[in-house]
Nanobody
Framework: QVQLVESGGGLVQAGGSLRLSCAASGRTFSSYAMGWFRQAPGKEREFVATIRESGGSTYYADSVKGRVTISRDNAKNTVYLQMNSLNTEDTAVYYC?????????????????????WGQGTQVTVSS
């Protein structure tokens, strides 16, 4: 069992930056890929970024590529999402997730189904 707690959300002006953190409980953190998803009001949850277990591979949604960096510190059981050049379309609740997703299909790293554990989410609001 893994418990995830996100932090770092808040209100920021367009063009600003935020760093989200997700702290995980348990001693198996390094055995899971970690992902960030987001859900805006009235929209479905969407993939943002994923980092594989060792941190050696990262993947990003096209909508955030070049503006967002995912990283992890396995010694601290924490995954981070550094977000720069934020715009109003980034406004959403951001969730971190842990699991063993594949690379394609229903349980790929881009899909919610690929993850077993989820945090409660942290709100990010970008004002114009």
């Amino acid at each position: 069992q893994v418990q995830l707690v996100e932090s770092g959300g808040g209100l920021v002006q367009a063009g600003g930056s935020l760093r989200l953190s997700c702290a995980a409980s348990g001693r198996t953190f390094s055995s899971y890929a970690m992902g960030w998803f987001r859900q805006a009001p009235g929209k479905e949850r969407e993939f943002v970024a994923t980092i594989r277990e060792s941190g050696g591979s990262t993947y990003y949604a096209d909508s955030v590529k070049g503006r967002v960096t995912i990283s992890r510190d396995n010694a601290k059981n924490t995954v981070y999402l550094q977000m720069n050049s934020l715009n109003t379309e980034d406004t959403a609740v951001y969730y971190c997730a842990a699991g063993s997703p594949g690379y394609s299909g229903r349980y790929s790293y881009r899909r919610s189904e690929g993850y077993n554990y989820w945090g409660q989410g942290t709100q990010v609001t970008v004002s114009s």
